[in-house]
T-cell receptor
Framework: AQSVSQHNHHVILSEAASLELGCNYS??????LFWYVQYPGQHLQLLLK??????LVKGIKGFEAEFIKSKFSFNLRKPSVQWSDTAEYFC????????????FGTGTRLQVTL | KAGVTQTPRYLIKTRGQQVTLSCSPI?????VSWYQQTPGQGLQFLFE???????NKGNFPGRFSGRQFSNSRSEMNVSTLELGDSALYLC????????????FGEGSRLTVL
């Protein structure tokens, strides 16, 4: 079965700082990868996704993620964070082409200070 | 287009009671998944339904059960509640075949006293 590790549990950054959140997964086959975000008081929503092709994917609000197959990683990045990026971020993985479940990491709480 | 609707949003129960949570998916979505969200544990998969059939089940005890109706609406039930069942229960819907793009509701927050 697949698993996901998010090493940063709580990250505090000042506005305009660069962000990188780590995500590693464990699965031997081809996977679909996702970052979901949960803003305070809001429902969980999709931030970006990777299925195949260009390993650098861009999502909403200036976020991007890079899939490095050799490292089983899918790290989330943003060059300059804003206060409104304060949220909890979840990495998730699903084996491609199967009916398997979507497995989430434990999440990283990002706090952006003014 | 209406999103995923979960009811009730908040509820308080006592140990030993049972609870039923409801989820109405986005119109046209036929897959429904349920997750339990707790601090520190993140999102733990409960089950997934498609066309009234359970496709996947997570590692939860048999006290946790669910079903899906012909209109794709889904319910989950927890019997003999324990304190540790206190959590936010999230429902998500998707278009089959799901590649992992889920649309979540706001959740039902269950507190067990």
């Amino acid at each position: 079965a697949q698993s996901v590790s998010q090493h940063n549990h709580h990250v505090i950054l000042s506005e305009a700082a660069s962000l990188e959140l780590g995500c590693n997964y464990s699965y031997g086959g081809t996977v679909n990868l996702f970052w979901y975000v949960q803003y305070p008081g809001q429902h969980l929503q999709l931030l970006l996704k990777y299925f195949s092709g260009d390993p650098l994917v861009k999502g909403i609000k200036g976020f991007e993620a890079e899939f490095i197959k050799s490292k089983f990683s899918f790290n989330l990045r943003k060059p300059s964070v804003q206060w409104s990026d304060t949220a909890e971020y979840f990495c998730a993985v699903k084996p491609s082409g199967t009916a398997s479940k979507l497995t989430f990491g434990t999440g990283t709480r990002l706090q952006v200070t003014l | 287009k209406a999103g995923v609707t979960q009811t009730p949003r908040y509820l308080i129960k006592t140990r030993g009671q049972q609870v039923t949570l409801s989820c109405s998916p986005i119109s046209g979505h036929r897959s429904v998944s349920w997750y339990q969200q707790t601090p520190g544990q993140g999102l733990q998969f409960l089950f997934e339904y498609f066309s009234e059939t359970q496709r996947n089940k997570g590692n939860f005890p048999g006290r946790f059960s669910g079903r899906q109706f012909s209109n794709s609406r889904s319910e989950m039930n927890v019997s003999t509640l324990e304190l540790g069942d206190s959590a936010l229960y999230l429902c998500a819907s998707s278009l089959p075949p799901s590649r992992g793009e889920l649309f979540f509701g706001e959740g039902s927050r269950l507190t067990v006293l």
